[in-house]
């Protein structure tokens, strides 16, 4: 099986292609933002090309022949999507229908998976959203994300495309770039540093180790059905505060919180029903509680990895008042 993976060399997509490498020949598309890291794959023998999932005659020659495409390339930091929206319409929404404009011209009958968010759905005080809830997304990152989703809906009615969305909550492990909550805390915390936590730090999230969700991606790439939706979730929803204490605890530091101006927009809850996917047979491995621990530790033993991206901006306590 040949699959093309964009956005490879980012973090749950550099996750899929190791996971991935004894299955399948991979060919990763990545233009390689800020959010890419070559070193992630470093150790591994791949086909890379460098390139932007904008630029159709690219996408137009790299669908040919591959069996399956799966979409991780997108823009991803909500702080930098608040100073920032332009840059998510074009990777998230351009990117997506180019993708989708190259198969359909190329006839192709490969199958693309389009990995989405849970943050499409907003957020939601009680209960879980199931796939067919209402979108309302919050930010621009989300109502980017919302608005590939769209079009990967509409490829499937109208062109007949095999496409099928993957919409799963938030990821952690290794290779997660370094502004992103659990490796900030991580290294800010080696750094004896202030942890900042936005608002009251009661926001809750639905946390999944990063190869879990790869399995699901898996999955759902050999039995999804054309034109589902599969919400992928552990069920271990944590606050922000208790995300960090834990990740304190583990390291053995003192009580470095500091809660600093909430973002605006703040999403409160996100929470999904995954009884869809779980009926494909898939279910997570790993508790939060062993997963974070070895992200922690992984974190830790790999001081070479985090170093060079780790700046003032990056650590910043409150991103989403810098311009990106
Ligand atoms: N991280 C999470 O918790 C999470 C949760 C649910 C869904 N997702 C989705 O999973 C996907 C991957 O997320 P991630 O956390 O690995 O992101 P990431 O920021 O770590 O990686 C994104 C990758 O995409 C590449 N990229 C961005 N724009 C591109 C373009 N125009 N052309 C080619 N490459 C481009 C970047 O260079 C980077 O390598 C995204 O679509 C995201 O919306 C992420």
């Known amino acids: 099986m040949r699959i093309l993976v964009t956005g490879g060399l980012g973090f749950i997509g550099s996750n899929f292609v190791r996971s991935m490498m004894d299955k399948a020949e991979i060919t990763v598309v990545d233009a390689l933002k800020y959010g890419s890291n070559e070193s992630n794959l470093k150790d591994l023998d791949y086909n890379f090309v460098n390139g932007d999932i904008c630029n159709y005659e690219i996408m137009a020659e790299l669908v040919k022949g591959v069996d399956a495409i799966v979409n991780f390339a997108a823009e991803t930091h909500v702080d930098r999507s608040i100073s920032n929206p332009y840059a998510f319409i074009e990777s998230n ?11 359909r011209k190329a006839n192709s009958e490969a199958k693309l998976v389009h990995v989405s968010t849970d943050e499409v759905y907003g957020d939601i005080e009680k209960g879980s959203f199931k796939e067919d809830d209402m979108l ?18 509409a490829y499937v009615r109208t062109y007949g495309l095999n496409a099928v969305i993957t919409r ?16 900030k805390a991580i290294i800010r915390a080696k750094m004896d540093m202030k942890i900042p936590i936005y608002g ?39 606050t922000n505060l208790e995300v960090v204490s834990e990740i304190l605890r583990i390291m053995d530091k003192p009580d470095l919180v500091e809660f600093v101006e ?31 621990k070895e992200t922690v530790v ?20 409150t991103p989403w008042k810098l311009e990106w």
């Open 93 to 103: 929404v351009i990117g997506t229908y180019t993708i989708l404009e190259a198969m």
């Open 136 to 153: 309302k997304p919050s930010s621009p990152y989300s109502a980017s994300k919302a608005s590939a989703d769209m079009f990967v809906l």
């Open 168 to 183: 799963c909550t938030n990821n952690y492990g290794r290779y997660q770039f370094p502004e992103k909550l659990i490796p």
């Open 200 to 238: 009251t730090g009661k926001n809750v999230r639905d946390w999944i180790y990063v190869l879990d969700h790869c399995e699901a991606i898996n999955l759902v790439l050999e039995r999804g059905e054309r034109g589902e939706i599969y919400n992928v979730s552990s069920g271990e929803e944590k």
């Open 262 to 292: 909430d973002r605006p927009g703040h999403d409160i809850r996100y929470s999904l029903d995954s009884s869809k996917v779980r009926e494909l047979g898939w279910k997570p491995k790993h508790s939060f509680k062993e997963g974070l």
């Open 298 to 317: 992984w974190n830790l033993e790999n001081e070479w990895w985090w170093k060079p991206l780790v700046d003032e901006k990056i650590l910043h306590p």
